[in-house]
């Protein structure tokens, strides 16, 4: 099982970018796919995350400017983020817990977003 991101980016404060996950390989469901961060200095934190069903979760730090959504048809995962702030900045990396069939929890490379003007 893989899971490859896309979207990496500079962008100025204020503006937009869109990250996506794919997952790939041979597994028979993914129950959980998530977004997670990490700054440098800072330890990782869980930025959004979506169920199966389509039940969300957001980091304080960035509800109301981020959105995350799924394709379960495709088996990817997407992070809007609006509004970027410099503290936005970091590597991001997708998660998925995923059944093949047994549970695992897979993390994708890493992404860099760099938000500064």
């Known amino acids: 099982v893989q899971l490859v991101e896309s979207g990496r980016g500079l962008v100025q404060p204020g503006g937009f970018l869109r990250l996506s996950c794919a997952a790939s390989?041979?597994?028979?469901?993914?129950?959980?796919m998530g977004w997670y961060r990490q700054a440098p200095g800072k330890q990782r934190e869980l930025v959004a995350g979506?169920?199966?069903?389509?039940?969300?979760t957001y980091a304080e730090s960035v509800k109301g400017r981020f959105t995350i959504s799924r394709d379960n048809a495709k088996n990817t995962v997407y992070l809007e983020m609006n509004s970027l702030k410099p503290e936005d900045t970091a590597v991001y990396y997708c998660?998925?817990?995923?059944?093949?069939?047994?549970?695992?929890?897979?993390w994708g490379q890493g992404t860099q977003v760099t938000v500064s003007s």
């Open positions: 998660n998925g817990h995923i059944r093949t069939p047994y549970l695992g929890n897979y």
């Open positions: 979506v169920t199966s069903g389509g039940s969300t």
């Open positions: 390989g041979s597994f028979s469901s993914i129950d959980y």
